[in-house]
């Protein structure tokens, strides 16, 4: 006899990124990050990196048609409930993803949020952002109004200002709401103060979080992670401060267990909260 369960699950996010094979960071957290949180994930690899705990050595590009084919093909069969964007590497591709996110009508669809990580740059220095793309970038965030994710030294490339206190940052992430988006959650983690503070900011709501600093190198993909928390979140329909609260618990939570993998800037543990 066959026993048909209930499904726990409902929820589903469209990832569009790129692939990290050594499954700290990329597309592999994501999906890790968004299976823990009891969401369906679904991916678009808008590049395959060459790269492990100590650094990024290739990028291999997948051709704009067939990052379209993928967002296509999903959002063809699957209804997604949000879509989460990481690394998107020049600006031919991040037109392109605007045109096909605009062709499925996600774009102005207040039901479907898209957060953007602005992913620029990678632990080791290797650029996953061409210099030229950045004008692109800040086009598609006017046009799609996402939640977006940056960490300070993004913010400092979106706002062209210096972060160097917590009173920049709340200056810079009034500029980056003027960029367009609905949400900026602007990441304190590089500031070198003992006490970090992530940093949720709209038209109408403003929250701090102010942690101790972690001291370890053990926080590759910490970013993607939180982004895809954030998503996740905001699938299962939360507010967005819920959402912010639980994907900064989540991201600390999986820092202080990190497995210690790798020679490098070791990955965190996404699976802390599954046994
Ligand atoms: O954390 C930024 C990032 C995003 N996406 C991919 C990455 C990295 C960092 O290494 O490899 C694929």
Do not use: W
């Amino acid at each position: 006899m066959i026993i048909k369960k209930v499904s726990n699950l409902s929820k589903t996010v469209l990832v569009i990124a790129g692939s990290d094979p050594s499954g700290g960071a990329g597309i592999q957290a994501d999906l890790k990050t968004l299976t823990s949180f009891g969401v369906y994930g679904m991916t678009a690899i808008t590049a395959l990196t060459e790269q492990n705990t100590k650094g990024v050595s290739g990028i291999f590009e997948i051709p704009l048609d067939f990052v379209v084919k993928q967002i296509n093909c999903c959002l063809s069969d699957i209804e997604a409930n949000a879509i989460k964007i990481g690394m998107m590497h020049n600006a031919n591709l991040i037109n392109g993803v605007y045109e096909a996110l605009k062709s499925n009508q996600i774009i102005g669809n207040k039901k479907i949020k898209i957060i953007l990580d602005p992913v620029m740059v990678a632990k080791g220095g290797h650029r996953l952002l061409k210099s030229d793309a950045v004008n692109a970038l800040k086009t598609f965030i006017k046009k799609t109004n996402p939640v977006l994710t940056p960490n300070i030294p993004e913010a400092e490339i979106l706002t062209g200002m210096k972060i160097n206190s917590f009173a920049d940052m709340k200056i810079a992430a009034k500029k980056i709401i003027n960029l367009g988006v609905s949400y900026v959650i602007l990441k304190g983690g590089h500031m070198n103060t003992p006490i970090m503070s992530d940093l949720l900011m709209g038209k109408q709501v403003i929250h701090q979080i102010e942690t101790k600093k972690i001291e370890t190198n053990h926080t590759h993909g910490t970013g993607c992670t939180m982004a895809s928390a954030i998503a996740a979140g905001l699938a299962k329909s939360l507010e967005i401060k819920e959402a912010f609260l639980n994907a900064h618990f989540y991201v600390n939570q999986a820092i202080l267990r990190s497995p210690r993998f790798g020679n490098g800037h070791g990955p965190i543990n996404h699976s802390f909260n599954i046994n």
